[in-house]
């Protein structure tokens, strides 16, 4: 396994009375891409701001190459960072943008000049020395942004929500362009989202953050697949959830009594009359006209969705809940106001204990 070059102990970060980051424990390791993903006020902004030292902890350790940097000012962290708003300085044409870092440790004009023309044909500016920001788009400026990050040569390079203020296009390509980026130089990328698609695309792993605590972390396949609270199966991806009880254990197959029905899933280490939560996704959720064995979730058929192959359904269950499972086009066979039953493979489903939930 590759080194951590960036640890968290402990660490938690109050502001007055609120605690916005709790009992932080994670190890980054070394040439990882990997990304704090959550909805706003989850904490992972304010975790990437006591990594860069913009922040300071109000407990807890963190060390970048194994040295504790909690007293050190960002300067002298080996980190550098990229800001939503690029934060260039406007009166200053793209070279001297890119070469303000090394410019302010007065290294060698020379040096100077041949380390922005690597940074600049790197991020595909080459060319653009003379213009000034307001004579870039969106997506130049974040590359700039980026040069002038990585002509530093840091170990560890910190994004927060760097392609936010670009249209979807230019947020995807620049999702891949960073991602090659991040390949070709090795270098550690800390990057903060609230998009799990760009998350899903980007990572070699993903921080899940909720109410100030990772929820998970894994790699983005285990995520999807294997969400390991309810947060989780909600948040990334589209995923209904049901809340019940166990009603019987036959080995790894679980029998679930919810408020929309009975339904089986397999799980480990269950107890009847357990509370849990069970997460299905709509691609792997199918219908019928009467019940399925070990399943009885009945439903009306709500609407349809058109997109493009696959058509989207959303169902009324019983408990007043909406239901959504997808299909192809050609394998249409219900109508708005048709009764159905919902089921699908058992193990198709993720079993989720209700311990395992933030909060309870």
């Known amino acids: 396994m590759a080194e951590s070059i960036v640890s968290l102990e402990n660490v938690e970060k109050r502001f007055g009375s609120n605690l916005v980051v709790r009992k932080m424990n994670m190890e980054i390791q070394e040439g990882e891409f990997l990304t704090l993903l959550?909805?706003?006020?989850?904490?992972?902004?304010?975790?990437?701001?006591?990594?860069?030292?913009?922040?300071?902890?109000?407990?807890?350790?963190?060390?970048?190459?194994?040295?504790?940097?909690?007293?050190?000012?960002?300067?002298?962290?080996?980190?550098?960072?990229?800001?939503?708003?690029?934060?260039?300085?406007?009166?200053?044409?793209?070279?001297?943008?890119?070469?303000?870092?090394?410019?302010?440790?007065?290294?060698?004009?020379?040096?100077?000049?041949?380390?922005?023309?690597?940074?600049?044909?790197?991020?595909q500016l080459n060319g653009y020395e003379k213009r000034k920001p307001d004579e870039l788009s969106g997506g130049q400026k974040q590359r700039v942004a980026i040069a002038r990050a990585l002509i530093n040569r840091p170990k560890v390079l910190l994004l927060d929500e760097p392609l936010g203020a670009l249209d979807l296009k230019l947020r995807k390509q620049m999702q891949i362009e960073l991602k090659r980026l991040q390949r070709k130089l090795g270098i550690t990328f800390v990057y903060v989202t609230h998009d799990q698609e760009e998350a899903l695309t980007m990572s070699d792993r993903i921080a899940v953050m909720n109410g100030g605590v990772i929820e998970q972390l894994d790699d983005p396949r285990t995520i999807y697949d294997h969400p390991k609270t309810r947060f989780v199966a909600g948040f990334i991806g589209e995923s209904n959830i049901f809340d019940g009880t166990v009603k019987a254990v036959d080995g790894r197959r679980v029998l679930v009594e919810t408020q929309a029905g009975l339904l089986s899933t397999l799980g480990e280490g269950f107890q009847v009359g357990e509370q849990m939560h069970v997460s299905i996704r709509p691609e792997y959720l199918e219908a019928s006209k009467t019940p399925v064995e070990g399943f009885d979730l009945p439903g009306t058929v709500k609407d349809f969705t058109y997109m493009g192959t696959v058509i989207k359904t959303a169902l009324d269950m019983k408990d007043g809940t909406e239901t959504k499972f997808s299909r192809f086009e050609q394998d249409e066979q219900?109508?708005?106001?048709?009764?159905?039953?919902?089921?699908?493979?058992?193990?198709?489903?993720?079993?989720?204990?209700?311990?395992?939930?933030?909060?309870?």
């Not at 109000?58 to 002298?76: A, D, F, H, L």
């Not at 009764?339 to 989720?352: D, G, L, M, Q």
Request: proline share 5%; hydrophobic share 35%.
């Open 334 to 360: 219900f109508q708005e106001g048709d009764p159905v039953y919902i089921f699908w493979r058992p193990e198709k489903s993720v079993a989720i204990k209700k311990s395992a939930v933030q909060g309870g």
């Open 38 to 123: 959550g909805p706003s006020g989850c904490g992972k902004t304010t975790t990437l701001r006591m990594i860069a030292g913009f922040e300071d902890a109000s407990s807890g350790i963190i060390k970048v190459q194994g040295e504790r940097v909690e007293n050190k000012e960002p300067y002298q962290r080996d980190v550098n960072t990229v800001f939503q708003n690029y934060s260039l300085f406007p009166h200053m044409t793209v070279y001297d943008n890119v070469a303000y870092g090394l410019t302010i440790k007065k290294v060698p004009k020379n040096e100077i000049a041949a380390r922005v023309a690597e940074m600049l044909t790197l991020v």
